[in-house]
Nanobody, 125 residues
Framework: QVQLVESGGGTVQAGGSLRLSCAAS????????MGWFRQAPGKKREFVAA????????IYTDSVKGRFAISRDNAKKTVFLQMNSLNPEDTAVYYC??????????????????WGQGTQVTVSS
């Protein structure tokens, strides 16, 4: 059994910051890729960021490079997404997910098998 629970979402003004957390329970964390995705109303779920099992490799979608940072603490079974310089286009429900047991990160959502319930991020202009 694997459960992922996101937290840290909320409403912020443009230019503000939020830090999302994803706490995992059960087995299957320290040896897996972890990723963050987001979905805005009426749009498809899109990749945001991911990192490999020890955080040594990270990948970001172009629109968040330089603004977001993904990290993980395997001892606490938690993955984080620090979001800075937020803009209204970042408004979405953010989901964390468990990916493959691979040394390389993956960006395709179909490569992820467990998903959290999501946390809402709203950025006002």
């Amino acid at each position: 059994q694997v459960q992922l629970v996101e937290s840290g979402g909320g409403t912020v003004q443009a230019g503000g910051s939020l830090r999302l957390s994803c706490a995992a329970s059960g087995r299957g964390f320290g040896d897996y890729v972890m990723g963050w995705f987001r979905q805005a109303p009426g749009k498809k779920r899109e990749f945001v960021a991911a990192l490999n099992y020890n955080g040594g490799e990270t990948i970001y979608t172009d629109s968040v490079k330089g603004r977001f940072a993904i990290s993980r603490d395997n001892a606490k079974k938690t993955v984080f997404l620090q979001m800075n310089s937020l803009n209204p286009e970042d408004t979405a429900v953010y989901y964390c997910a468990r990916g493959p047991s691979s040394i390389s990160v993956r960006t395709a959502p179909e490569r992820y098998d467990y998903w959290g319930q999501g946390t809402q991020v709203t950025v006002s202009s």
